[in-house]
């Protein structure tokens, strides 16, 4: 670990994971998952909108995305596929260890890691923007298909349509802070999963990494949807946006600073680990997996 940082290893070594990455027969499921969100978020916003003859704004479904119980766990366990073999140690990346570095391959890593993170998200908004751009208007505010919906038709309210954005969002929050909480909140959860799969593969341990990783979103959708005090022990929770409100009144029941303290906490810690793991790592006997 006492090699000299070079930023221009580091970026070698992110660009040349990321290219493998994006090329991965593997990336197909991504495919797969949008149909579940364009069935799932977009398709209900949508014929709402038509059925009141009005358009949704165009960041409304990205953000329904991120807070529906059922897409923000499908969301990480996708990304989670993607990533199953992170960080790759074997054959040439031995050899590429040996040129580099560990620490500035460490760093590539976890640029390669914050590279994928960044595409993955940008495609499921430029997704949601690209089905809904017939239906949507841009702006500032939240439309009256989210905020009105249910008054207009009170025998739907509180089913599962209402619930992708529910009162606990619009009447608390602007849309344009939810959108941003949103994206950096789930961009620092699947973070926080990358570090805790890189713990464990150098450890020599990877199915462990992504079974403590599974429990993790599994403990946090079965804590939420109990509502719980404990869900906030868990990442979901903590990305979760009307989570952190009630209903009508201002006062939250957990400020969005203890989520992102929360996340910066853990991920700093996981990066120390990382690094301590990493520094006592015997690459030369791992074989590639």
């Known amino acids: 670990m006492g090699t000299k940082i070079s930023l221009r290893t580091i970026w070698i070594t992110a660009r040349v994971e990321y290219i493998k990455w994006l090329f991965n027969p ?4 991504v495919a797969v998952m949008m149909i579940f969100i364009k069935t799932l978020a977009i398709e209900p916003l949508l014929e709402r909108a038509i059925r009141m003859n009005e358009p949704i704004n165009i960041l409304e479904p990205f953000i ?3 807070n529906s119980g059922m897409l923000i766990m499908i969301l990480p366990a996708v990304y989670l596929t993607l990533m199953s073999d992170f960080p790759i140690i074997g054959g040439n990346t031995l050899f590429f260890i040996r040129r580099t570095g560990k620490v500035n391959w460490f760093f590539g890593q976890l640029l390669f890691a914050i590279m994928s993170i960044f595409t993955y998200l940008i495609a499921v908004f430029g997704f949601c923007m690209l089905f809904t751009a017939k239906y949507c208007y841009v702006g ?8 009105q919906y249910d008054a207009f038709f009170p025998e739907e309210a509180g089913n599962f349509a209402s619930l992708l954005l529910p009162s606990n969002l619009y009447n608390q929050i602007d849309i344009i802070p939810t959108l941003l909480h949103t994206f950096v909140l789930i961009f620092m959860y699947l973070f ?3 570090l805790i799969l890189f713990m ?3 450890l020599y341990l ?3 990494g992504l079974f403590t990783s599974i429990i993790l979103i599994t403990f946090g959708v079965a804590t939420c949807s109990i509502k719980t005090s404990l869900m906030w022990i868990f990442p979901m929770a903590n990305t979760i946006i009307w989570l952190h409100y009630t209903e009508i009144r201002r006062e939250p029941i957990k400020t969005i600073s203890y989520s992102y303290v929360y996340f910066v906490f853990l991920i700093i810690a996981l990066i120390v680990i990382d690094i301590f793991t990493l520094k006592r790592a015997n690459f030369y006997t791992v074989e590639e997996s």
């Open 140 to 147: 500032e505010n939240w439309s009256k298909v989210v905020r």
């Open 192 to 194: 926080l999963l990358i």
């Open 206 to 208: 990877r199915m462990a």
């Open 200 to 202: 464990f593969k150098i």
């Open 64 to 66: 329904a995305v991120g």
């Open 26 to 29: 593997r990336i197909i499921i």
